[in-house]
């Protein structure tokens, strides 16, 4: 009897260990595929670039003064003062009147920008068309939110128009703290984003959603077309999404003093990502940032992630309205999961190089 007792304890232990494997070998997947569904994996590996980066340069007043570019015909004059915690530009194309008037009206709004600590202005060029200049000057009158250089508006000039806004914001706001470079069809949580910048204290900072190991598109008839002489690499380095990245002002002229004299690639935020590990300064993943996709349209959603891509101007504002209805309704904890589960990215054609 005592031999059977034995036996089957034997086989009792056996087996919960052999469990108690198991259930440690399941919860260790569950626990990778969460966090790399949500994002957190790629925050944690990005934390690991520096190693791989240069130490950041000292910066030279020469090279920065050396950048050949266009001069500015729209400047808002005393716009930073008194300095926001957040500068954010918005890119935006002359004909698209209608999704600057929305962001007026929704995130980057008067009493918006006043509780957030931000100031919302857009980055423009040159139109084609005289009625098109003549209106954006009126637009510039009526709002003083325009910054616009002497250069065509156009995809190919892309990359010399984030550079100018770049120039803009560190001959003009100075005193701001951060920098949110973004497109003109992406609805900020303006809110929610300074509070999230407010607890960040590092010096050199590039955050966004981070591309990875993205191969240069060779192929001339492609319009995001890099040559071998303007980058020779097989890959380019780990860059943030244009959508929407995050320089600390820290960060701005250590970027600018890398970008010589051209000429540049026409994929902008490939561009900052290389002027970033040029200067040492290497990008950090955040989650909460969504890059190229858009996310399901719903109030928990918009008040957890900081950006969505690809809102019309209507979207915009019942996106807008959701936020200020729901006030402080309860979230359920995976809604960061299910937020970017769900999402819809686009195809990287329709995403510069990534």
């Given at each position: 009897m005592r031999l059977i007792i034995a036996a089957c304890l034997r086989l009792f232990c056996i087996?919960?260990?052999r469990w108690s494997s198991m259930f440690l070998l399941l919860s260790s997947l569950l626990l990778l595929l969460f966090l790399s569904l949500s994002g957190y994996l790629e925050e944690c590996l990005s934390r690991t670039l520096p190693i791989f980066y240069p130490n950041p340069s000292q910066l030279s007043s020469s090279r920065l003064a050396s950048i050949p570019l266009p001069p500015f015909l729209l400047s808002p004059a005393n716009a930073c003062s008194p300095s926001p915690l957040l500068l954010v530009l918005v890119f935006s194309a002359p004909s698209h009147r209608d999704r600057r008037d929305?962001?007026?009206?929704t995130w980057g709004s008067?009493?918006?920008a006043t509780s957030s600590s931000s100031l919302t202005l857009f980055v423009l060029a040159v139109p084609d068309k005289a009625e098109e200049r003549s209106a954006l000057v009126h637009e510039a009158v009526a709002h003083g939110d325009i910054i616009q250089a002497n250069f065509t508006d156009s995809y190919r000039n892309l990359t010399l128009k984030t550079l100018t806004g770049l120039v803009w914001a560190l001959q003009k706001c100075?005193?701001?703290r951060f920098l949110l470079k973004t497109d003109d069809d992406v609805f900020v949580n303006i809110l929610a984003l300074s509070a999230f910048l407010k607890e960040q204290h590092q010096e050199l900072q590039y955050l966004g959603r981070i591309h990875w190991h993205v191969p240069p598109f060779r192929d001339p008839e492609n319009r995001h077309y890099v040559s071998h002489e303007l980058y020779g690499g097989d890959?380019?380095?780990p860059y943030c999404s244009g959508t929407s990245y995050i320089l600390s002002l820290g960060a701005v002229g250590h970027l600018l003093q890398e970008a010589g004299n051209g000429p540049w690639p026409t994929v902008e935020d490939v561009y900052t990502g290389i002027l970033a590990k040029a200067a040492g300064i290497a990008p950090q993943h955040v989650a909460k940032i969504a890059g190229s996709a858009s996310i399901p349209h719903n109030s928990c959603c918009y008040r957890t992630m900081f950006t969505s891509h690809k809102l019309k101007p209507r979207g915009m504002q019942e996106a807008w309205n959701m936020l200020k209805e729901e006030g402080d309704h309860?979230?359920?904890?995976?809604t960061l999961l299910f937020c970017r589960t769900f999402g819809q990215p686009l195809d990287p054609e329709e995403n510069g190089a990534g």
């Open positions: 087996h919960r260990r929305a962001i007026r009206q008067l009493s918006s100075q005193g701001a890959h380019f380095p309860w979230c359920p904890p995976l």
